[in-house]
């Protein structure tokens, strides 16, 4: 075994277990930091195959930004926990059926090995030579041209992400005060300032004077 497989099986071996820790941890938390090492890894693979832009794309989109807002998302919600573990065995047959599926796929992908003599012919298939080649123009291509519609459904799923993440987190709570900035917009003078015309409630300091004054003339 030489040391690319060697690492190979390192960097798999640590998915397999950070990926394992995101759905068993009971701190949402931990979950996502041990998300974020997942993809470390992920990204790790992707060098070994020699695709850098999959894998600085992976770091800097995905641990760089989109578990980031996920961190802080689930910092800011009050999460039940106790509401997430709800119906957990009664769904485990499934997911043990399903996990089972996966494992002997992946056992079988392992034990037949990585052929890479097809890796060239492939490659010639966009119109240029292996040496020329470059997995980033490579994938660019394939994915404006032959991958078009699902990148599109792709890019509406994680609007409609990030429009629930941001609907989430505007909660109307009642022991804050916050302004509208519409109503300031559509604000005028008249709900601003309200003259109020209220009645006296004592008589005038200057009229006993008068009197006074008309008696003494009189007098």
Known sequence: MDVKTGLFYVFAT???????????TRNPVHAVLFLVLAFFQASMIWMLLEAEFLAITLVLVYVGAVMVLFLFVVMMLDINLDGVR????????????????????????LLAGFPLSDAPAAMTGLGQTPVDVSNTKALGMLMYTHYLYPLEVAAAILLVG???????TLRHRKDIKAIDPADQVRVKWADRLVVVKLDATQPAASAPVADATLEEKKA
């Open 162 to 168: 990030m429009i629930a993440a941001v609907a989430l």
């Open 14 to 24: 640590v998915l397999l277990l950070a990926a394992f820790r995101v759905i068993t």
């Open 86 to 109: 709800q119906g957990f065995w009664k769904h485990f047959p499934l997911a043990a059926v399903v996990g089972l599926v996966i494992i002997v796929e992946m056992s079988a992908v």
